[in-house]
């Protein structure tokens, strides 16, 4: 990285333990806020605070981007989630409640599963034998009332170069960091602004950081530029964040200079098993 872009994320590191003394609550998204189709129907949602009291202060860690392979011959969500049967689709539809991101894809020997997080919960479909016939498993784990906060991004945020180091960083300001399953999820949060990715991690900083990824994306391609679609869920028994999310970026350019058209980014906390 230059010196410029080391100063840059210097310079956010500041910013971010700075905010992260204080709460902001008008960052916050109720759902008032959204679209009359994106409403949930349960009352808004407090919102959870900005930072809390129990979360150490220092900042989170900085993600470089990773390779996203694409494989034209995989179908796409829609397509995926057609492939459920439909008393499946209805059942999970109605656990899941509003649905604020979701994905369908299919899993090495060609059967369909997915993933929805709504107001109600973050469900999850597998395929599974019943007898001699193929069945689906599913799971729920409930969201708390009231614990949903939503926020959108503008992807005017820098984007980082590489990925912070061993120790403290740039700033001398202590890094968080989270242990991801698997690993590779670190190269598709690294393709998010800075801001995001703090938003994305940060509510597992209390608790155990041993968090569950999972996520879906979809790349189109144009004569100058690629289109993506990205989603992704993170989660422990107590925590879920998420983001739905698309950008641009133009034919041989670093993922640094990508566009970022819409960025909408979920947390909340799970009921007690």
């Known amino acids: ?69 694409v494989d034209p011959e995989v179908p796409d969500r829609e397509r995926c989630w057609s492939l ?11 656990k899941a409640g509003t649905v604020l991101v979701w994905w369908a894809r299919l899993t090495p020997d060609g059967r369909p599963f997915a993933v929805l997080l709504g107001d109600r919960g973050l469900c999850r479909v597998d395929p599974a034998p019943r007898g001699a016939e193929l069945g689906y498993r599913g799971e729920r784990t409930r969201v708390e009332p009231g614990s949903l906060r939503h926020r959108s991004f503008d992807g005017g945020s820098p984007k980082p170069g590489t990925s912070t180091g061993p120790g403290p960083g740039p700033s001398g300001v202590r890094v968080e960091r989270l242990v991801l399953d698997p690993p590779e999820a670190q190269g598709v949060i690294g393709h998010f602004p800075l801001d995001v990715q703090d938003f994305l991690q940060r509510p597992f900083l209390a608790g155990g950081r041993n968090v569950t990824a999972d996520w879906y994306y979809y790349e189109t391609a144009e004569t100058r530029h690629t289109a993506l679609f990205v989603t992704l869920v993170l989660s ?38």
């Open 1 to 69: 990285m230059n010196e410029a872009g080391k100063q840059e994320i210097a310079a956010w590191e500041r910013a971010m333990s700075a905010r992260n003394r204080r709460a902001d609550p008008a960052a916050d998204r109720s759902p008032a806020d959204r679209s009359p189709a994106e409403r949930s129907p349960a009352p808004p949602a407090d919102g959870l605070p900005a930072a809390r009291p129990e979360q150490p202060g220092g900042v989170t860690q900085i993600h470089e981007p990773g390779a996203l392979p």
């Open 84 to 94: 459920l049967p439909a008393d499946v689709r209805s059942r999970t539809l109605e």
């Open 236 to 273: 422990t028994d107590r925590h879920v964040t998420a983001i739905e999310a698309d950008r641009t970026l133009d034919r041989g350019a670093t993922p640094d200079r990508a566009r970022w058209h819409s960025i909408r980014c979920h947390q909340a906390r799970f009921l007690p098993r």
